[in-house]
């Protein structure tokens, strides 16, 4: 019984499906079509629709459908077929078999517009064209149902270069990219929306930071290494960049980008869409010269703009360093610029100028790191200690968390006592130093200075696996696995330290990032024999750290295609089958 009712329900459920109407056949509406148009004379303008009171309606239509028609190939004259073809008569239409194009709409990609529908009425006497203005419903979920970039629903006719506009195309078009300055975006803060007004706003990760006109400005390379001052700058996003820029000593004063009021005269929104203003302040000035000599300005209050003094333009903008200071609200509260400024002389036609922006959260202390995410080679490798159920403690130094014996000039052990060099991410170093031993050394306290001197003061238990791993991401932190060679005998002192890193490339094929996995610090230790009296003995102390990539061949990797496994009773489709 249980099997008929169910074959009867499966039954019944194919027929009722059968007889529902497709769902993408949404055809208009009787209150959106419009009564037919007589074509005799030409087509008529639309009938009035309720379609207008509504309150959303779509972006305005860029083309007249009823006046497009893409079969019209023949000038002055009527195209055969061509039933949109004003050239074409009625007369002309009793004559046509069918109309080549029955359709023609503009953007398919709007959710309504307007469609010109042709058809041929065969039953009158003679032939007549039928035409139709009607709203086509686009049933696609992803259709655009409101724009607020008109310009985008059309191609713009480009400018023909003249005498007269030449100078202003060139001035437009020169730079490796030509799209909208910040100064014509249209940042209408006032206008908001009612559902906006009782809305909180605040600055999230990667959103742009607003100005009162614009964005802050962080120029970069785009195309080429022609600096493009249409960058803004993200929220939470460091960044460091440097790029080129066209110069000339008899112009420096017109140049807004190497002037430092170009950097600092606009004030920062606390918020997204507000009217608080957080001012730039200027932390520091730095003067280059001519030579490269750097000097650091005492008073920092004072705007040096660019002028020409003998021939040399100084007081031009080479580096502009940001630093946002922010709440965990995401509010903005404080905004520094530190300045490099240098001069150039005539010879000079570009200048290389670095930017950089950086973050801190108030109240807190900036973490420095080794990598976002992986290593880079040359920055100190993190580490630190864990005690019982806590986070990673680290040093404030970073380049005191991870050091080995740093080599002195005389070679002297005592004397080198806490001279100590860092651990270079990607450096291979070998340091040492010698150890005179006389007979009436003994042997307990020369091991304890010995290893004090190859691990320091705190030698370190875990590694970072990432240069900027988390404190309290205990999981991001490798171990640090100590082993130690020794012989059998009475007195075994340290001779040598050797620290083996071994790093992998973990991400993308095309950024890995390095990634530490295993850290290893073996001690070795030889034995010290008893000096007869008035006798010396000189042994070599050794520190060592060796980088290994262990990285296996990169294999690009591919997800496999999805398998349907559908099981259905053998007599599902009883009684059709």
């Known amino acids: 019984m249980a099997a008929a009712e169910l074959k009867r329900g499966v039954f019944v459920l194919l027929l009722f499906l059968r007889l529902l109407p497709p769902l993408w056949a949404a055809e208009p509406s009787a209150e959106l079509a419009p ?138 078009f020169e730079s490796a990219t030509f799209s909208a300055e910040p100064g014509s975006w249209n940042m209408n803060i006032d206008a908001q929306s009612p559902s906006d007004a009782n809305e909180t706003y605040r600055y999230e990760y990667g959103v742009p930071i607003q100005t009162e006109d614009a964005f802050l400005r962080l120029p970069s390379p785009v195309v080429s290494s022609w600096c493009s001052d249409a960058n803004p700058a993200g929220f939470l996003v460091n960044q460091a960049t440097k790029c080129t820029r066209s110069v000339s000593v008899e112009k420096c004063g017109n140049i807004q980008a190497v002037s430092m009021l170009f950097y600092i005269n606009s004030s920062v929104l606390a918020v997204p869409k507000s009217s608080q203003m957080v001012n730039i302040t200027v932390q520091s000035v730095v003067v280059q010269s001519l030579n490269g000599m750097w000097t650091l300005l005492n008073s920092s209050d004072v705007l040096r703009l660019p002028m020409i003094l003998d021939e040399v333009c100084i007081n031009i903008v080479l580096g502009v360093s940001y630093h946002i200071t922010y709440t965990d609200a995401g509010e903005i509260i404080e905004a520094a610029a530190s300045f490099v400024l240098g001069a150039i002389n005539k010879e000079a036609l570009s200048i290389q100028q670095s930017f950089e922006i950086s973050f801190t959260q108030v109240n807190t202390k900036p973490v420095p790191l080794s990598g976002n995410p992986g290593y880079v080679v040359g920055l100190p490798v993190r580490a630190g200690f864990r005690p019982q159920g806590s986070a990673i403690i680290q040093n404030t130094n970073k380049y005191g968390q991870l050091t080995i014996l740093q080599s002195t000039s005389n070679q002297d052990c005592l004397a080198a006592q806490g001279a100590r ?131 296996s061949p990169a294999e690009p990797g591919y997800k496999a295609w999805p398998t349907i496994n559908v099981k259905l009773p053998f007599d599902f489709f009883f009684p059709f089958v």
């Open 421 to 551: 060099t860092p651990v270079l991410f990607g450096y291979n170093m070998v340091s040492g130093c010698k150890l005179r031993i006389t007979a009436a050394v003994k042997c307990q306290p020369l091991t304890q200075t010995l290893l004090d001197l190859l691990k320091g003061q705190s030698f370190p238990e875990y590694v970072a696996s990432f240069g900027n791993s988390r404190a309290q991401d205990v999981l991001d932190w490798v171990p640090i696995t100590h082993f130690q060679t020794s012989e059998q005998s009475s007195c075994q002192i340290p001779i040598s330290l050797e620290i083996e890193v071994k790093w992998t490339k973990y991400g993308s094929l095309v950024n890995p990032q390095a990634r530490i996995v295993n850290v290893t610090a073996t001690i070795t230790t030889t034995t010290l024999k008893q000096l007869p009296s008035g006798r010396e003995r000189t042994i070599p102390i050794t520190s060592s750290v060796v980088f290994t990539d262990i990285s």
């Open 35 to 172: 009564e037919p148009v007589d074509s005799a004379a030409g087509p008529a303008a639309p009938p009035e629709t309720r379609a207008a009171a509504r309150t959303h309606s779509g972006p305005a239509p860029v083309t007249d459908v009823a006046k497009l028609c893409v079969c019209d190939l023949l000038v002055a004259q009527c195209d055969v077929n061509c039933c949109c073809d004003p050239d074409c008569s009625a007369a002309d239409f009793s004559l046509f078999t069918t109309c080549s194009v029955p359709i023609v709409t503009g953007d398919n990609r709007l959710c309504s517009q307007k469609a010109a529908i042709y058809s041929l009425d065969v039953e009158a006497n003679p032939p007549e064209r039928i035409f139709k203005l009607i709203d086509q419903v686009n049933p696609s979920v992803f259709c655009i149902h409101a724009t607020n970039y008109k310009e985008a629903l059309s191609f713009s006719s480009p400018q023909m270069p003249t005498s007269e506009n030449f100078d202003q195309l060139l001035k437009e």
